[in-house]
């Protein structure tokens, strides 16, 4: 996963704990950082792309092309500073994928008028996983595994291919579980681009150029990505 | 006689039934967890109030002979059994004997039966001399059928209600708080009291045709403090006028001391109390969650878009914390979770207690988690951890789940980048706010679906996606569906709610015919 690269913005009290989880996620991490001991801090933690800029700036923020980095993420410790920053890199980077994280409700609809395209409310992705803990320990513990990509069962998108055998089916004809995945849900190119679960009780029809969303074994998974290429079998 | 004795106290020693019925007996005159205790407070309660009522009608109309001999014997009968039983379990005799026995010989010396005996029925005695042993015992009497004037300690038996009645033990204990104020209040009033009334004797006794004896005079001075004033008997001439003046005046001091004395060992007090009642509420329940510190984690907690937890608590050391959650609307007490005193107030052996350890530090964090710990294993402790060097530290510390918020994050930033299309999808299943839950089904042994295959529990029809089944702590992902389910399986399943609401609610518990 080498080739995914994400700038951080702050050293601080989560930006570094996210940036060491990233990195050891096998992200290539960028640091920028504001606050000189900060800077140094990351640099004797021994992160390489550590650059220290005045983030206020635009002709500062402008030096460094933040445009091929997949996700500018913002976690800056002082919130005013978090949100005057991803609204400046909004105005400078009308494409880039910005995540803010913020610690309080107030801040979350701040940072997400100031058009970050996703802002993670940390206290509030952990009390939800509280409750998830509380009403449903067995299906949180293993869901984490799902989507923390390290054991054998995962989820995997794949966009069915021209003259796929499925191309042209009904999802509920396809027996998935005999190939060992399951289906979980869809992007349906014929009905915009939401993300449908196949539990909503719809059956879609499937064509190329759909992205299907499966829950499987790796190996399996990745079996069936190479059998979908196949026509008629 | 004294080897009898000895080999009594040895069978009584050695009898695990003997042992057990005392137990019991403990147990239910005191241990306010028994499962009985609450009946046989009612029974009691019950006894006393009929027993006062008849008494109360028996003034002015005739009572039926059943209703006498029930007052007479039975409830009486009852309160004598309850007597014995307190005095019963207040000391080991048989123990005491034994002890003493094992160290003379030890020791050596010779064995004083008497002694033990002594020193066994000293302490019975002393037990008896208790107020509130004093009140049971007065209690019975009335059942002594010669002496009619005895019918009048039947009101004793209302005190017998105190001991039943929690709020008043509270009250007393207030009152006790601040024995040395009212004592020296007390004082100064028998000595206001016995001055003037001595004074008004000594001035009046023949002058005023109401006071005859000291004890005239003395009744005029208690009835002139506390303010009442009947009037019977008023002094006539001019020093006694004066020290009325002075007397009423000294009465409403006073009177307005002991109410602030009072008043304000109840503020004093009234935390606690309310904290008392809290808790006891809350030891009723069946599971309990404990939240410790009131932060942005606690406050997210309960801000949720989903049903609140009932039975909860919320427990912060700093007192504005705590204001603040009650203001906005929480049960909250300032307390040291991190206290061993704390914690044991919950009842751990009968309430499934959760703690939810959410403060911002993670060594207040770790010592709550050994706190909880060491007073139970069954307390099950999620704990958050800010630091992730920290990790091994709670789990030698034996929380059971850790929450790391960075983590979290961490988790939803690494979908978000390699997975983009599923991190929507992800998001939704993980915060369970869409269409798509992931839920688990316990089954349990009397589970209707048990030993049936999975084809045949047909999920597609309920619009749900079965996952896999989870057995022994292994994880079995799209097993067969010939696959039989089996008792204590969990199965994980994805669908809307309303879908898995039905598909629970619709094998639950159902024996499977056939």
Not at chain 1, 122 to 142: Q, W
Not at chain 1, 206 to 214: E, H, K, N, P, Y
Not at chain 2, 313 to 341: E, T
């Amino acid at each position: 996963m080498s080739d995914k690269n994400i700038a951080i913005f702050g050293y601080g009290n989560h930006g570094r704990f996210i940036a060491k989880g990233l990195h050891e996620d096998g992200l290539r991490v960028t640091i920028v950082e504001s606050d000189k001991t900060f800077y140094k801090e990351a640099k004797a933690d021994g992160f390489e792309e550590v650059f220290l800029l005045d983030v206020t700036k635009d002709d500062a923020l402008k030096k460094i092309d933040f445009a091929v980095f997949n996700k500018l993420v913002c976690v800056m410790d002082d919130e005013h500073l978090n949100v005057f920053l991803t609204l400046s890199l909004r105005s400078l980077f009308q494409d880039a994928y910005i995540l803010s994280v913020s610690d309080s409700l107030n801040v979350t609809k701040k940072l997400k008028m100031a058009g970050a395209n996703k802002v993670i409310d940390l206290y509030e992705v952990s009390a939800n996983k509280i409750y998830n803990i509380l009403e449903k320990p067995v299906a949180t513990r293993l869901l984490e595994n799902f989507a923390n990509n390290r054991e054998g069962i995962t989820f995997r998108e794949m966009v069915i291919p021209e003259n796929s055998f499925v191309d042209g089916k009904m999802a509920d004809d396809i027996d998935f579980a005999s190939y060992g995945v399951l289906l979980v849900g869809m992007i349906d190119v014929e009905l915009g681009h939401s993300f449908v679960f196949v539990t909503a009780g719809i059956s879609h029809k499937l064509d190329s150029g759909d992205t299907i969303v499966c829950i499987g074994d790796k190996e399996k998974l990745k079996a069936f990505e190479t059998l979908l290429s196949k026509k008629e079998n | 006689m004294n080897h009898i004795l000895l080999s009594i106290a040895l069978y009584l020693h050695r009898s695990s039934s003997y042992k057990k019925t005392k137990q019991f007996a403990r147990d239910l005159l005191f241990n306010s967890n028994n499962r009985y205790k609450r009946y046989f407070d009612m029974t009691i309660i019950f006894l006393v109030i009929s027993s006062v009522f008849i008494l109360v009608y028996e003034v002015k109309h005739p009572v039926p002979a059943w209703l006498d001999n029930y007052d007479i014997y039975f409830v009486s009968v009852v309160f004598a059994v309850e007597y014995l039983l307190r005095l019963w379990v207040h000391n080991d005799v048989s123990e005491m004997i034994i002890k003493e026995y094992n160290d003379a010989n030890f020791l050596a010396k010779e064995f004083h039966l008497n002694l033990v005996i002594k020193k066994a029925l000293s302490e019975k005695l002393k037990y008896m001399l208790t107020p509130s042993a004093i009140v049971d015992l007065l209690a019975i009497l009335p059942a002594y059928r010669p002496l009619r004037i005895l019918r009048v300690f039947i009101l004793f038996r209302v005190f017998k209600l105190l001991r039943y009645t929690k709020s008043i033990n509270q009250f007393v204990d207030v009152i006790v708080n601040k024995k040395f104020e009212l004592l020296t209040l007390l004082f100064l009033l028998v000595f206001i009291v016995f001055t003037s009334g001595i004074g008004i004797y000594i001035l009046e006794a023949d002058k005023n045709p109401q006071i005859h004896t000291l004890f005239d005079g003395i009744y005029w001075a208690i009835v002139t403090i506390s303010t009442v004033g009947y009037g019977d008997i008023s002094p006539v001439t001019d020093v006694g006028r004066a020290i009325s003046v002075l007397i009423i005046l000294a009465g409403i001091a006073m009177i307005s001391f002991v109410t602030s004395v009072i008043v304000s060992a109840f503020s004093e007090k009234l935390g606690e109390l309310k904290e008392h009642r809290i808790i006891e509420q809350l030891n009723k329940n069946r599971s309990i969650i404990i939240l410790c510190g009131y932060g942005q984690l606690t406050k997210m907690f309960f801000r949720q878009k989903r049903e609140h937890p009932s039975n909860y608590l919320i427990m912060d050391k700093d007192i504005n914390r705590v204001n603040a959650a009650i203001k906005d609307g929480y049960v909250a007490i300032q307390d040291d979770a991190s206290s061993f005193q704390t914690l044991r107030k919950f009842d751990a052996t009968h309430c499934e207690i959760t703690m939810l350890c959410m403060t911002s530090s993670d060594v207040e964090n770790i010592y709550i988690t050994l706190n909880a710990k060491s007073i139970s294993k069954k307390i099950k402790v999620i704990s958050r951890v800010n630091d992730p060097e920290n990790v091994n530290k709670f789990h030698y510390a034996g929380a059971d789940e850790l929450l790391l918020p960075h983590k979290v994050a961490n988790t939803m930033i690494y979908t978000a980048i390699t997975q983009p299309t599923m991190y929507k999808a992800i998001h939704a299943i993980l915060t369970g706010k869409s269409i798509a839950n992931i839920d688990e089904i316990h089954v349990h042994q009397s589970h209707g679906i048990v030993d049936m295959p999975i084809e045949a529990l047909d999920f597609k029809s309920h619009k749900l996606l079965f996952i896999g089944i989870e057995r022994n702590g292994a994880f079995i992902f799209n097993p067969p569906s010939s696959e039989v389910i089996q008792p204590f399986d969990v199965l994980l399943v994805m669908g809307r709610k309303i879908s898995l609401e039905y598909f629970k609610s619709k094998h639950e518990g159902s024996i499977n015919v056939g």
